[in-house]
């Protein structure tokens, strides 16, 4: 069969709260962090990784929330990208609500 010679690859979908204020923020230090990677920055940011891995990083046109989605030949190689994204994510929005201005460092 043609499906057995197809690489399979899954998908990892994580939708974060994130106040319209912080958006731009974030999209700021993600680019940063993102510098040295291979990445689009045409609609998002869209970071691909040597062994076929990538993770687009989209803030919401129209909700308070940021889209981290990540694909991979693994689930789990797509979800540790996933849940690192919003680790770093969450990190900076909890740095902010304690009073420390966005791209402040």
Same mark, same amino acid.
């Given at each position: 069969? !043609?499906?057995?010679?197809? *690489?399979? %690859?899954?998908?990892?979908?994580?939708?974060?709260?994130? *106040? &319209?204020?912080?958006?731009? =923020?974030?999209?700021?230090?993600?680019?940063?962090?993102?510098?040295?990677?291979?990445?689009?920055? !045409?609609?998002?940011?869209?970071?691909?990784?040597?062994?076929?891995?990538?993770?687009?990083?989209?803030?919401?046109?129209?909700?308070? !929330? %940021?889209?981290?989605?990540?694909?991979? =030949?693994?689930?789990?190689?797509?979800?540790?990208?996933?849940?690192? %994204?919003?680790?770093? !994510?969450?990190? &900076?929005? =909890?740095? &902010?609500?304690?009073? =420390?201005?966005?791209?402040?460092?």
């Amino acid at each position: 069969h !043609i499906d057995a010679m197809v *690489p399979k %690859f899954r998908m990892v979908n994580k939708n974060l709260d994130c *106040p &319209w204020s912080e958006k731009g =923020s974030i999209m700021r230090k993600l680019i940063n962090l993102t510098k040295d990677s291979t990445r689009e920055t !045409i609609d998002g940011i869209k970071v691909h990784y040597d062994d076929g891995t990538w993770v687009h990083l989209l803030p919401d046109k129209e909700r308070a !929330i %940021f889209h981290i989605n990540a694909e991979s =030949s693994s689930e789990t190689q797509a979800r540790s990208v996933v849940d690192r %994204f919003e680790s770093q !994510i969450n990190a &900076w929005l =909890s740095e &902010w609500a304690q009073g =420390s201005k966005p791209g402040s460092e």
